[in-house]
């Protein structure tokens, strides 16, 4: 604890590490299916305001606190105020609840990118390959074992950093092939109709499922209210721009989502029709419509295959930074060298995991609050542990710990623009809104209200 913490060695490095951990899987499969599924641009239009709002609160407030405490969560929340301890044990649930789910829907990356490379394209873009697949008992655990595999390699190689220096470059090359292959979608014939759905807000969309859904993608896709951004607060330099980074950080996470969808939505109309039913299709949908996608362009089989290997590489950056955490809570809280602990949370992620997979197949009759195990978990941790998090956060911070850390972290280097404003959503806006929320999800779930 008294060694020196190591520290990016310039604000952008910092900003980048950060974006490889938030640019992932969240952007490109979560954020196109629940778009689709709760109402297309009036999403966007809420998730922008919150992103605004809520996310900028949130983000500056723990890359604040761990930078203040140089501290991982746990440690932060114990220094700050004693009493607030378990919020930095309640964040750190959270990335053990996401990455065994996580690395699931990695290994369906790895079976299309197989699919591709073997030139399989016309099979993958069938209507029942998907469902046909994941239905299996075998072979989606063998493809997410290998998912599992090759990123607990990484982590015990410890060749994290070349990783995340080959992230820098693969990323613009990701952002380049989602732009070509949506300006592709997009003028299709048909796509339009999409176009409008996807990017005009209509208020007739609207429902509060649109809220607490695009709540929870906030925090899932730029690693909000699970102790990761404290984390990487608390390796960054005493001098960076704390305003500036979390704003590029929030701009490009957001920018990667919207284009994905773009690449996604437009699509679903102009190969499965624009009907309710296709845009629902949940978990499954960038699987389902993509290899279509493809299928309909000239050179779809290379295009395709680069860009399988492109999201492979966003999920594998998204999901070493998952594992390190887990390690590193393990190794913290229990005193394990970092071998040992690696080889449990992999066997951890691998049991779990395998259980989450069974539930599209032999398992699927296990539903609970009506949903299948994968949804199940994606629900406990985003609408209900990260709101909590979050909640918490806000308050000890606005009420007990006080907002002037935040505000001293922020005034190293540059003024506090929007001082006023952030305190108010810190102690007000945020916690009323966010146990709102927390009370509307849980109540639908239990199926207490109807919404
Ligand atoms: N934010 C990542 C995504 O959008 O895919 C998910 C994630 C990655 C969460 C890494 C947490 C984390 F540590």
Redesign the pocket.
């Known amino acids: 604890m008294n060694k020196k913490r190591d520290s990016f060695s310039s604000r952008l490095g910092f900003v980048f590490a950060a974006a490889g951990?938030?640019?992932?899987?969240?952007?490109l499969w979560r954020f196109p299916y629940l778009a689709a599924k709760y109402g297309g641009g009036i999403f966007i239009l809420i998730y922008l305001l919150l992103a605004v709002t809520f996310g900028f609160t949130l983000m500056i407030t723990e890359t604040g606190i761990g930078r203040a405490t140089g501290l991982s969560a746990i440690g932060a929340f114990k220094k700050l105020d004693k009493r607030f301890r378990f919020t930095g044990y309640l964040a750190c649930i959270v990335?053990f609840i996401?990455t065994p789910y996580?690395c699931v829907i990695g290994g369906w990356v790895v079976k299309y990118l197989g699919a591709f490379l073997t030139g399989q394209v016309e099979a993958a873009a069938s209507d029942n390959y998907f469902t046909g697949f994941i239905a299996q008992a075998a072979e989606p655990i063998v493809w997410f074992s290998l998912f599992i595999f090759l990123t607990a390699a990484v982590v015990i190689i410890g060749v994290q950093k070349g990783i995340e220096k080959a992230s820098m470059i693969l990323m613009p090359v990701l952002l380049i092939l989602i732009i070509g292959i949506s300006a592709f979608c997009i003028t299709r014939p048909g796509a339009a109709e999409g176009v409008k759905y996807y990017l005009l807000p209509d208020i007739k969309h609207f429902s509060p499922t649109t809220l607490f859904a695009a709540m929870g993608q906030l925090f899932?896709?730029?690693?909000l209210a699970?102790g990761?951004m404290i984390t990487y607060g608390s390796y960054m330099k005493k001098d960076g721009d704390l305003r500036r980074s979390v704003r590029q950080i929030e701009i490009f996470d957001t920018v990667i989502a919207i284009l994905a969808g773009l690449m996604i939505v437009p699509s679903v109309f102009v190969f499965s029709g624009g009907s309710q039913e296709a845009l629902s299709k949940g978990p499954s949908l960038m699987f389902i419509t993509l290899p279509k996608v493809f299928e309909s362009m000239s050179f779809g089989r290379i295009i395709g295959t680069a860009f399988f290997i492109l999201v492979l590489f966003a999920a594998v950056t998204?999901s070493i930074?998952?594992l390190e955490?887990n390690v590193s809570i393990v190794c913290d809280q229990l005193h394990w060298n970092r071998k040992k602990a690696t080889l449990i949370v992999t066997a951890y992620l691998l049991i779990v995991g395998s259980f989450i997979s069974l539930g599209f197949g032999p398992l699927d009759f296990i539903k609970i609050l009506g949903m299948g195990l994968l949804d199940f978990f994606d629900f406990i941790s985003n609408s209900v542990l990260m709101p909590i998090v979050a909640i918490l956060t806000c308050v000890s911070i606005g009420f007990f710990i006080g907002p002037k850390v935040i505000y001293d972290e922020v005034e190293r280097s540059a003024p506090f623009k929007e001082k006023k404003f952030y305190t108010i959503m810190l102690k007000w806006i945020a916690p009323v809104c966010l146990v709102l929320i927390l009370i509307f999800a849980v109540s639908e779930a239990l199926g207490l209200i109807k919404v």
């Open positions: 951990s938030a640019v992932g899987l969240g952007n990335p996401i996580y899932y896709s730029m690693s699970m990761i998204s930074s998952l955490t």
